[in-house]
Each structure stands twice: as C-alpha cells, then as structure tokens.
C-alpha cells in the first residue's frame, strides 16, 4: 500500500501558522488501476456522477476558450450566434499535455529580450559551477 502526501498552510487572519504535511495510508479506492476496481468500490452512479461532473468542467472550459477569444483591437473573434451554430455532439476531452520542467524554461526563457537571456544564463553557469565545485572528490 503507498502513501499519499497531504500539504495544508494554514493563516489565521493575517498569522502564518505554517505548512504542515503529513502522509496517510492511501485508502484503497486511490490504489484502483481499473475503472472495474474503481465501480466495485463506490459504485457505478457515484463514478458515473464524478465523471459526467468533470466532464462539464472540461467542456465549458473548452467553449470559454472560444468565448473570451479577441482580435487585436479587442473585438470578439466567434459572436453569440456563430457559437450557439457550431456542433458540439461529437465533443470529446482532449488529454491535457504538460510541459516538463525544462520545456516551461525554455519556453520562459524565448520570451525574454537577448540581454535578459544571457543574463539568466550567465546566472544558471554560475550557479552550476559553484554546485559541481562543492561535489566531494575521491
């Protein structure tokens, strides 16, 4: 059975309590692999419900996308009726890609003006050189 990492930072008004993290026994519904093992435990209607629930959060996400889409001089680029016309039976989730860690930096890093670039890296060999000069020698 693993485990899973719960992380709570809790303020009281404008006091820091603090960051506390523990980690919990997974309940065995975290451990199914399989939608079977997953309906056996809670039941059909209750994963059918989550499911349809995330399902609407993905598809209005989806159609505000399309709804908050504006041109350069700030008009609506879809109207009401074009998005009202589209067909959306045959809408399906699409998998959400992310980034790895070095795609996201590279990613910030084309954005920045060239001084600025060679700034950061300038600053990231630095950093790493000091790091590999800290390494213990055998």
């Known amino acids: ?14 006091e820091d309590l603090g960051v506390r993290v523990l980690e919990f026994d997974k309940p065995d519904v975290l451990e199914c692999t399989t939608l079977d093992d997953l309906v056996a435990i809670q039941g059909e209607e209750y994963c ?5 629930a995330q399902l609407k959060i993905q598809f209005r996400s989806h159609t505000r996308t399309k709804m908050d889409a504006v041109t350069e001089d700030g008009e609506f680029v879809n109207s009401d009726e074009t998005l009202l016309a589209l067909n959306f039976s045959e809408w399906k989730p699409e998998v959400r890609q992310r980034k790895s860690a ?4 590279m990613a910030i890093l084309g954005t920045l003006p060239p001084e600025e670039r060679e700034e950061a890296f300038a600053k990231f060999n630095e950093i790493n050189d000091s790091a590999v000069d800290e390494l213990p020698v055998d």
């Open 1 to 14: 059975m693993g485990t899973i990492k719960v992380v709570s930072k809790k303020f009281a008004g404008n």
């Open 48 to 52: 059918l419900s989550q499911i349809l």
């Open 102 to 105: 070095f795609e996201k930096a």
